[in-house]
């Protein structure tokens, strides 16, 4: 490929970006601006991601808002090809051969009216489609359903790039948790086994897990990690019963390095179930195979849980998740907005941090809406226009705090932090 190709596939990647970050922002990333334009082969455009992890995630969530993008941009029948650091990329050479091959081999007309076509077949495409396709003189293009199949069919949660520990904001909150997470992803199976993280929802739980599942595999290319919902275990577990396929579902969860099992307090009132996690459990903790959990209680206030298991739950380290306070939100705000390629005024920060104290979910939700209605109304965000877009009660609480804190907030955020 000449220099010319490479500056003009870079040029179309950049504009993909541009209109992806205006019509989809809430998709948007920083890291976007790493990835790697590969050019046009066999119907699609490729694009090379840093890592499988971030490739997996503009797979699961990018597709649609890429594609459309794409096709605005080159006016041309193209589809988006997500590659990993080491997934193969057809050669221009391989294609010309492959097109040539397939218009050497295809149907006759009737055999295509007919509805015969193996092109129509394996790519699913409408006839228009089909037409268009081959007076490109290209493959079949990859379609949305044929990308998101390549996705990990496990049962496996998909690990978030975004939730790395350099993204985590440690605070008073979760100090205890955070410091157990590094060790465990240094040294699993020795350091805290298990660790049981606990808190409310939306404080950083799942964050925490999915940083310990990114740092390990980073480190550990090869480690067989698997990482699960407690509901996708029990749906697992019944299907196999079913269909009588014990073995592999033991081989799924109990040969493993790591087990990562969010939610794990659905397992109340589950007897079949809590028996079948209570000798997985044992399987891999004494193998000295790491074992993390998350719960929205402490195992002792899990209703309906057998004493076993809550004795073995509390074996390593139970951490608490508490909810942020006034700074931890602030920073919290600036990196999510950071990660996202924008920048959120200061006064704009500090009145969502008076103003959003339940959850980090929240929070991002806050700037989910303020970047939308950016894009838009087409205006800079500031405080009048945060106000409009996060609606009345927040402008209310804004006009009722004036330009700065009360006596009242200040003691209040003083007394939380001690």
Same mark, same amino acid.
């Given at each position: ?24 922002? !809430? ?30 995630? *503009? ?18 029948? *193209? ?16 294609? #010309? ?11 006759? =007309? ?19 489609? @089909?037409?268009?396709? +081959? ?24 690990? %978030?790039?975004?939730?790395?520990? %350099? ?52 480190? %550990? =290319? ?19 019963? +079913? ?15 790591? *087990? ?19 000798? #997985? ?17 402490? =195992?002792?206030?899990? =209703? ?12 390593? @380290?139970?951490?608490?998740? !508490?909810?942020?306070?006034? !700074? #931890?939100?602030?920073?919290? @705000? ?27 979910? !929240? ?56």
């Amino acid at each position: 490929m000449g220099i010319q190709d490479r500056q003009h596939d870079r040029s179309v990647l950049d504009d993909v970006l541009i209109k992806v970050k205006l019509n989809h922002p !809430e998709h948007t990333r920083k890291w976007f601006e790493e990835l790697e334009p590969l050019g046009i082969a066999s119907g699609s455009f490729g694009v090379r991601a840093q890592s499988d992890m971030h490739r997996d995630y *503009l797979r699961r969530t990018c597709l649609e808002a890429f594609n459309d993008a794409l096709g605005e941009t080159t006016g041309q029948l *193209l589809a988006i090809r997500f590659l990993g650091p080491n997934d193969e990329w057809e050669s221009p050479i391989t294609t #010309t051969k492959r097109a040539e091959t397939k218009k050497a081999a295809a149907p006759t =007309p009737a055999a295509a009216s007919s509805g015969s076509s193996i092109w129509s077949d394996e790519a699913g495409l409408s006839d228009q489609e @089909l037409k268009d396709s +081959q007076s490109l003189g290209a493959t079949p293009i990859v379609h949305a359903s044929s990308e998101r199949s390549r996705l990990d069919s496990s049962g496996a949660l998909p690990i %978030n790039p975004d939730y790395g520990f %350099n993204e985590f904001v440690i605070g008073p909150n979760n100090r205890l948790a955070h410091a157990a997470s590094v060790a465990v992803a240094e040294n699993p199976g020795f350091a805290y086994n298990p660790l049981f993280i606990h808190g409310g929802v939306g404080l950083g739980k799942t964050h925490l897990l999915q940083a310990i599942c990114l740092r390990i595999t980073q480190e %550990n =290319p090869g480690i067989n990690l698997h990482y699960v919902s407690c509901d996708g275990f029990m749906t697992q577990f019944m299907s196999a019963v +079913q269909s009588g396929k014990m073995a592999e579902f033991r081989h799924t969860f109990r040969d493993v390095d790591l *087990l990562v099992i969010d939610d794990i307090h659905f397992l109340a009132k589950r007897d079949r179930t809590q028996e079948e996690f209570f000798h #997985t459990f044992n399987a891999l903790y004494q193998a000295n195979k790491q074992i993390i959990l998350s719960s929205d209680a402490p =195992p002792e206030e899990i =209703p309906d849980l057998e004493e076993r298991l809550v004795s073995r739950f509390m074996w390593g @380290l139970v951490a608490k998740v !508490e909810k942020p306070g006034f !700074e #931890t939100r602030i920073e919290i @705000l600036k990196r999510k907005a950071d990660a996202r390629g924008i920048k959120l005024p200061e006064p704009v920060v500090t009145e969502i941090a008076h103003y959003i104290d339940t959850n980090i979910r !929240e929070l991002e939700g806050a700037i989910t809406k303020l970047q939308i209605y950016a894009n838009v109304e087409k205006r800079d965000i500031d405080l009048d226009m945060a106000r409009d877009a996060l609606g009345e009660e927040f402008a209310a609480a804004v006009s009722a705090q004036g330009t700065g804190p009360t006596i009242d907030r200040i003691i209040s955020e003083i007394s939380g932090y001690y």
